[in-house]
Nanobody, 114 residues
Framework: QVQLVESGGGLVRPGGSLRLSCSAS????????MAWYRQVPGKDRELLAI???????TYAEAAKGRFTISRGNTRNTAILQMNSLKPEDTAVYYC????????WGQGTQVTVSS
């Protein structure tokens, strides 16, 4: 069974940075497109960034210019580097396979506050 584990969240001041990691474990065939999302309580989950199998990058407006998605050192891991964080970035951050999603992991909480 494939599972997703996100890590790297925490409390950061406005203007700070965080680096989130996502690791997919289990029986995965080949390198898959991966994506980062976030969700605020009471709102729909929001897609932030996608990295395709060929490493093409796509960003939502909320992520452009401040967030960078990349692959980790092992296959089917993904990194989200977040800079210039704002209080409105406070959310639980998740990763998944954007074109064939599986059950969501626990996510990692990001809180931006002074």
């Amino acid at each position: 069974q494939v599972q997703l584990v996100e890590s790297g969240g925490g409390l950061v001041r406005p203007g700070g940075s965080l680096r989130l990691s996502c690791s997919a474990s289990g029986a995965i065939s080949g390198t898959k497109a991966m994506a980062w999302y976030r969700q605020v309580p009471g709102k729909d989950r929001e897609l932030l960034a996608i990295i395709t199998r060929t490493d093409t990058l796509t960003y939502a407006e909320a992520a452009k210019g401040r967030f960078t998605i990349s692959r980790g050192n092992t296959r089917n891991t993904a990194i989200l580097q977040m800079n210039s964080l704002k209080p409105e970035d406070t959310a639980v951050y998740y990763c998944n396979f954007p074109f064939d999603p599986i059950a969501w992991g626990q996510g990692t909480q990001v809180t931006v506050s002074s």
